[in-house]
Nanobody
Framework: QVHLVESGGGLVQAGGSLRLSCTASGRTFSTYDMGWYRQAPGKEREFVAGIDWSGGSTYYVDSVKGRFTTSRDNAKNTVYLQMNSLKPEDTAIYYC?????????WGQGTQVTVSS
């Protein structure tokens, strides 16, 4: 069973940056297309960014395009989300998981709070 642990969140002012990490246990991580998701208070969890198993292809929702960059290091079983030019509407708990079903068990996520 693969376990996911997200980290790197925090409180930042609008316009600031954060780098999130998601580390997975298990040897099959490198075969998964991975995604970053977020859930704001009172809202459903939504997809934010994705990366294929090799790291050669990435994709983003329009609201973060040009500001967020995802990458991965399969040797470290880790995916990253570099978030720049943060906005208050980016405030949410951020999670990583597979892009496809069946999903892995969700980790605890990491809180990102952007103050105006």
């Amino acid at each position: 069973q693969v376990h996911l642990v997200e980290s790197g969140g925090g409180l930042v002012q609008a316009g600031g940056s954060l780098r999130l990490s998601c580390t997975a246990s298990g040897r099959t991580f490198s075969t998964y297309d991975m995604g970053w998701y977020r859930q704001a208070p009172g809202k459903e969890r939504e997809f934010v960014a994705g990366i294929d198993w090799s790291g050669g292809s990435t994709y983003y929702v329009d609201s973060v395009k040009g500001r967020f960059t995802t990458s991965r290091d399969n040797a470290k079983n880790t995916v990253y989300l570099q978030m720049n030019s943060l906005k208050p509407e980016d405030t949410a708990i951020y999670y990583c998981n597979k892009r496809t079903r069946p999903k892995l068990d969700w980790g605890q996520g990491t809180q990102v709070t952007v103050s105006s």
